[in-house]
């Protein structure tokens, strides 16, 4: 799928990490679905990738554990949206949104919350099985309108 993509495209990371409730069925399930995404499907670049990561914060005695998955997408931001191909831009929102579904199950069933970023911009939660606005708004429909699709 990168035929269409100039050299040098840069590409942006999608962060889906456990905000509230992480536990071992959790960190479990997430493993599970990784292993089956990536088998599922094509995806543009490559298949979501596992977060775990454990911080000693020596100074409280405390730990901190990310575990989540990120997803790489090519870059859709200015300049180079003129430059992305519409149906890889289409491709990536499929993605998503999959992705998107996907987790809103893994919240409902554990009754865990998630936040997303994309690099360093914090795009919104799903808590309660459910995408909060400023994610479902500012992040999906607003490329859905890009794309001429119904929002959601």
């Known amino acids: 799928m990168k035929k269409n993509i ?12 456990v905000k509230d409730n992480l536990s071992n069925e959790v960190m479990d399930a997430i493993e599970e679905r990784l292993r089956i995404w990536s088998e599922s499907r094509e995806w543009t670049i490559n298949a ?4 775990d990561y454990i911080d000693e914060i020596l100074a ?3 730990e901190s554990h990310t575990f989540g998955f990120a997803l790489r997408l090519y870059s859709a931001h200015p300049p180079w949206g003129d430059k992305l191909p519409k149906e890889i831009d ?3 929102l499929d993605e998503v949104e999959f992705l998107l579904n996907e987790v809103q199950a893994i919240s409902r069933t554990f009754n865990c919350s998630f936040k997303l970023q994309l690099d360093q911009i914090a795009m919104g939660l799903i808590e309660d ?5 400023r994610l479902r708004v500012g992040l999906v429909n607003e490329w859905r309108k890009v794309h001429g699709l119904s929002l959601v």
């Open 6 to 17: 100039s050299t040098g495209h840069p590409t942006n990371l999608l962060y889906v990490v």
């Open 48 to 51: 979501p990738e596992l977060i």
């Open 60 to 62: 409280k005695g405390h």
């Open 90 to 92: 289409r491709r990536h």
């Open 129 to 133: 099985g459910k995408m909060d606005e």
